[in-house]
């Protein structure tokens, strides 16, 4: 009995030696199996197509002043990224993006530009098929998300998404001067407040779009009131300090920048130089919350040769912009190269130019004022980067550049024109017990009308 027994157990631990063999094996075959398909993947990317498609989109919208190509570098095996050279040392190498991990760059919500660059310093394949960004267990800070789309579903307007950010933030004189968006005038009696008339726009769409069932956010819904749904004063008051202390940390000021804010810098000084920014930056931070289908920013504009704006103009102008036109100076941050590259590696900017193209054909048809040539502003010209669609820009504003997905950033009529400045300073039309023009609202239907097109268009 007991060598039956022993018989037994010599047959059980046969049995898990064998079992244990078998595992070890198929795990061995199965770690060569995923290293040859990540090998393979490499193989089967067409690294010279893709070279060629990239460097002719970076050229056209992202490289106003042919800089970039010093910093990324198309190869074989994907987009390698240098930090620039300063006085003191010569450009150094940074990261790399693969080819065959551009699918899963180009769902990236979020991510902290130190963070991403930590992760594509990664080695093996965990790093290869983009796992460290999709479990989150390296980095933290980020997400990936699916982008709805309208392309090619059928989609009533109850489904869309749609973020608006009226442009500034004042609702009085004083504020407005401080933002230095205003146009007063003696000849015609005029006051014109650009915080206004953002905002009154972007009340007034806000019902049209949600009577066809649109989900709409406001990155602020009160005159004087900020992105951070608190005045500069309270801000000013219960955020300064903690925010100077992050931007700092994000590497967004220099440690003479942060001390003289909270030392030497008057109230003038700190709105402009400092809060301006961080609120355009909360701004993006809501939007991208939000993820929208679609985001509008709302602004009027000025004839920029018009000194101070104290007297009328006879131009008077549509434009659009989106993102790009990153110049040589402006890709000095990680974060700035990791945008770069997002707008690079997404359709972010061909979607965004193809619904700008219904927001500005609706701009000129209900307004009757022209589109921009880039003749027709300096800034267009110097700053901006054509589209193949009239009055529509490449153009590196914060927005364009911080904010996710498919945006149009609007700036319609010429606010200082001899005939715009006495429409838009009547008071002949409400919203939410505000006073604004009629011609705010034609303003307002315009969008309306270029976003239901561009709607329309996608569920053809």
């Not at 090998?39 to 106003?64: G, R």
């Not at 407005?176 to 968006?181: H, N, P, Q």
């Not at 209900?366 to 300096?378: G, I, R």
């Amino acid at each position: 009995m007991r060598r039956i027994k022993i018989t037994y157990a010599a047959g059980y631990w046969l049995l898990v030696t064998s079992c244990l063999f078998l595992a070890v094996t198929l795990s061995a075959r199965l770690n060569d199996a995923v290293g040859q398909e990540v090998e393979a993947s490499f193989s089967q990317v067409n690294s010279d197509s893709l070279i060629s498609v990239y460097t002719q989109k970076m050229h056209k919208y992202l490289d106003k002043d042919n800089k970039a190509a010093e910093i990324f570098s198309f190869t074989k095996e994907g987009i390698e990224v240098y930090q620039p050279e300063t006085d003191t040392s010569q450009k150094q190498f940074d990261f790399i993006i693969f080819w065959n991990e551009i699918s899963w760059l180009e769902s990236l919500s979020y991510c902290n530009p130190k963070c991403l660059a930590n992760v594509c310093r990664e080695k093996g394949s965990q790093r290869l098929n983009g796992k460290l960004i999709k479990d989150g267990s390296n980095c933290p800070n980020c997400k990936l998300i699916t982008r709805s789309t309208m392309d090619g579903v059928a989609r009533p307007l109850r489904n869309i998404g749609i973020a608006l950010d009226p442009g500034h933030m004042a609702g009085d004189l004083e504020t407005a001067k401080r933002e230095k968006k205003w146009v007063e005038m003696k000849k015609p009696p005029v006051e014109l407040i650009e915080g206004e008339l953002t905002l009154a726009t972007a009340l007034i769409l806000k019902k049209k779009l949600e009577a066809q069932g649109a989900t709409v956010m406001l990155t602020r819904d009160q005159p004087n009131m900020s992105s951070f749904g608190i005045d500069y004063k309270k801000w000013k008051d219960s955020l300064f300090l903690k925010s100077l202390d992050s931007a700092y940390a994000r590497g967004d000021i220099s440690f003479e920048e942060k001390s003289y804010l909270h030392t030497k810098a008057n109230d003038t000084e700190i709105f402009r130089r400092f809060f301006m920014l961080e609120d355009l930056h909360e701004r993006a931070r809501k939007i991208n919350e939000f993820h929208p289908d679609l985001t509008l920013v709302i602004h009027y504009n000025v004839d920029e040769t018009n000194s101070n704006w104290s007297k009328t103009s006879k131009k008077d102008y549509n434009m659009t912009f989106v993102g790009g036109s990153f110049g040589a100076e402006e890709l000095n941050t990680p974060e700035a190269r990791i945008e770069f590259l997002r707008l690079l590696l997404t359709d972010d900017i061909e979607s965004s130019i193809e619904f700008s193209k219904y927001m500005i054909e609706s701009l000129v048809q209900k307004t009757k004022v022209p589109a921009a040539l880039d003749s027709n502003a300096v800034y267009l010209k110097d700053n901006c980067m054509n589209t193949d669609v009239k009055g529509v820009y490449c153009r590196n504003l914060t927005l364009t550049r911080k904010v996710k997905g498919i945006i149009c950033y609007g700036e319609s009529l010429y606010q200082d024109n001899v005939m715009e400045c006495k429409a838009l300073s009547k008071k002949d039309f409400k919203i939410d017990g505000m006073e604004t023009s009629k011609r705010v609202e034609e303003v307002a239907e315009a969008y309306y009308e270029g976003i239901m097109n561009y709607v329309k268009s996608k569920n053809k």
